[in-house]
């Protein structure tokens, strides 16, 4: 069975703190992705990676990077958390291009205080 | 600006009556359209996708079309059931590489 995980299901981090968000998969996909998911907002993309190493902005890369050292590993990084950043974030992987599904994990509710 | 939109208003249907859900977009010319579905606190699992050259896509109970001229996809699901409740998220990819996600609509079948 596919699986795409997350490093936590639930995270509480003060303001300015550094967090990481920890994302696998095992299915030997090429394109991983980060979303954030907000009421009334939908799913924004926040960065994806099409290969080892490689790395593009999404549609809200500000106060987030990533990073992509292994392929089926793909981590999202808050700098300085903010309040703003408290959301539900979800990592999703592709075989390889638009016409494939993407496969999602659960998902890590993060609480910024 | 680019937008995806997708039933504002939550949808309550009867169980057995088919559910009729909408996905709008502008500024787009997407080659591939996918659905998903969300259940509470979880991730959203992918449904059916429908290229840009196909009217129709069906898969058991549910029913994508596709319509490029109106820039319109409807999702049906028929039969509908109580487990059918969820929301539902549509998805455009355009470049080849990521995908756009409406905001979804949330979906109660009543028994």
């Known amino acids: 069975d596919v699986k795409v995980t997350q490093s936590s299901r639930y995270l509480v981090k003060r303001t300015g703190e550094k967090v990481f968000l920890e994302c696998v998969q095992d299915?030997?996909?090429?394109?991983m992705f980060w979303y954030r998911q907000d009421p009334g907002l939908g799913l924004r993309l926040i960065y994806f990676?099409?290969?080892?190493?490689?790395?593009e902005k999404g549609d809200i890369p500000e106060g987030y990077s990533v990073s992509r050292e292994k392929k089926e590993r793909f981590s999202l990084i808050l700098e300085s958390a903010s309040t703003n950043q408290t959301s539900m974030y979800l990592c999703?992987?592709?075989?390889?291009?638009?016409?494939?599904?993407?496969?999602f994990g659960p998902g890590t509710r993060l609480t910024v205080l | 600006s680019q937008k995806i939109e997708q039933n504002s208003e939550a949808l309550n249907i009867q169980e057995g009556k088919t559910a009729t859900l909408t996905c709008n977009y502008t500024?787009?010319?997407?080659?591939?359209l996918q659905w998903y579905r969300q259940d509470p606190g979880r991730g959203p699992v992918f449904l059916l996708l429908i290229r840009e050259n196909e009217k129709e896509k069906r898969k058991e109970r549910l029913k994508v079309t596709f319509d490029t001229t109106l820039k319109q996809s409807l999702f049906h699901i028929t039969a509908s059931q109580p487990a059918d409740s969820a929301t539902y998220l549509c998805a455009l990819d355009e470049d080849g590489n990521q995908f756009y996600f409406g905001t979804g609509t949330s979906l109660t079948v009543i028994p």
């Open positions: 500024n787009y010319s997407p080659a591939y």
């Open positions: 990676s099409y290969d080892v190493k490689m790395k």
């Open positions: 999703a992987s592709t075989l390889a291009g638009g016409k494939d599904e993407q496969f």
């Open positions: 299915m030997d996909h090429e394109n």
